[in-house]
Structures are given as C-alpha cells and as structure tokens.
C-alpha cells in the first residue's frame, strides 16, 4: 500500500501507518531522511501478535524517525521498557483525536423528541465484542458494520452496510451507548456515542476506550479485565447488571441529571487535549511551536483515516 504524507513543512514529510505497513515501508527503504512516520494502532499493543512483530522489525532496523501513538499510558510504557524504543519515539496520543467539533454535531442538535432505543450497540459481530451480554435490554438498537444477522434480540438492527449519517441517525434515536467487549483498541464507538450526547455502559476494558470514561458519562459494569478475558465471571450476572446499569442511565435522564451537550463538549475537551500533544510534536520536529500552518493541519485530517487497515 502506498502511504500519502498527511502534512508538509519545509523539507519534512508526515505520514500515517499502521505498525505492519509502517515496518514494510522502513524495511523497504521508502521514507526520506527529514520523513517522519506516525504509527496508529488499532489493538491493545501486547494482545495484537502481528503489531507485535511489527515493532520487532522496526526495532531491528534502527528507524528512528518515528513516533508510535499509543492508545494507553501502558503500552507506551511497554514499548519503552520492553521493545526498548527511545521515550522520544512514543506520544501517547490515541487515533481517534482527529474528531473535531463537526463530528456529530448534528445528530446532537437532532435528540430532542426523536428517543426510540433505550440502548444502542454499535459493534461487530465478533467473539471479542461479547454482544451477548446485551440480550436482556428490551429495546435494543444494533449495528453491525458487516450487516451480521443478529443473535440476540433487538428492536433495530441494520441490514446493509450503513453510511456515517445513517449511523449518527441511530444514535440520536438511542438513550444510551453500550462497549461490552474487554479488549480492543481505543473504540470508535464509544466516541461516537459521546460526541453523540449518550452516556455510556461499558465493561472494564483494555486498550484505552476510558481515556474518554468519567462518572458523570460512563457506568462500568461487569468483571476485572483479567477474569473477563479468561471467562472467570457469571455470564448471567453481567447481562444482568447491563440491564440495570442502562435502566440508571434512563432514570438520571427523566430526573434532568444527564446533560447531552455537557457529555458531548467533555469529550471534544479530551480529544483537544490529545489534538494539542500532536499539534506540539509535530512542532518539535520540525522546529518551534504550533504556527498557523499547523493549526490547520487539524481540521483536514481525516476522522476515520486510510493508513493501511480497517477502523474498528
């Protein structure tokens, strides 16, 4: 795959990658000596074997025009401490700060007399995704960006593939947005669902979904990471406690405790706070702090970006 530099300044190039074509690239000698690579990571770096072996490489080539975006403060200090990449080399900076003010902002402007779905699940129909712990909410909305037949019960669920709008209409129509898996990357989803005005019910996770997660946006549910992964918990306990835990959801909102606008700008908030450490590395490089020229770097980014595999 061919990579197209995001940004230009003087004599440098920025590109985006995914740690598998990123290493590809390096091995095949195709970036400039003042080239920097940016690498996003879809998956909790130690779960993802191919990431994994990915990085191996490019510790073997000695590339150091780099900087690995991490999804957690815990896989920056992995790949410090163990795959022994300089702490310059790493940002913690998850993928998917490129969401700006635009995103979404309709689908919010729109919530108001439109609630059909008590709760919607936006995920795959994959093992990881756990979308069986959903089965008990009543009135379930649920998209698949496959357009997988259902196996649990739902009100809604999409047959083809939807579009990004079609997307945002069924969460407008939704009260509140569920993460049920324990492992991934950073979940586009549940920033979707934050930026869409929903708060959320989310399983404890791996990977950094709850680098967006308060208590006044996020209810977690279910058991630790480890026993979760390793299938030590009641499966009936946690179908249960998404029942109860979206049924709290709905009871702040018919109290007026649940502000869609405040979720919505605490997760703009967050994403800044991530667009500023990119906007300040870029600056590093290249020599100074963010000018103009870097400010509207941001706003042309691309929010589901192409850097060489699929968004999750």
Partial sequence: MKLTPFY???????????PETGATHIERSCFLPDDYLFVINDWYIPDHPSGVQAYRRIVASGYRNLRIM????????????????????????????????????AALARRAGTIRYDAVLNARSKPYKNRWAAAGVANLALIDFEAARPEIPCRYHNER?????????????????????FIEGA????????????PVVSTHSLGGRDNWYTAENCILVGPGVEDGLANRFDHVQLREEVVEAVATWIERMEAGGVEARKIREEA????????????HEIGRIVGGDADPGRQRLVPALKPYPSYGVYAN
Avoid at 8 to 18: C, D, L, N, T
Avoid at 76 to 96: A, G, K, M, Y
Avoid at 187 to 198: H, I, N, P
């Fill in 161 to 181: 593939h939807l579009t990004l709008e079609e997307v945002a209409s069924v969460l407008q129509s939704s009260r509140v947005g569920l993460c049920l898996s």
């Fill in 187 to 198: 979940s586009l989803a549940s920033l979707e669902y934050l930026l869409c005005g929903l």
């Fill in 70 to 105: 991490c999804n957690t403060r815990t896989e920056q200090q992995i790949l410090i401490e163990d795959f022994r990449f300089p702490p310059e080399s790493t940002l913690f900076c998850p993928r998917h700060f490129f969401h700006g003010s635009k995103s979404f902002a």
């Fill in 268 to 279: 703009l908030t967050v994403n800044q706070r991530f667009t500023d450490d990119f906007l």
């Fill in 8 to 18: 230009r300044e003087g004599r440098h190039r920025f590109f985006f990658a995914s």
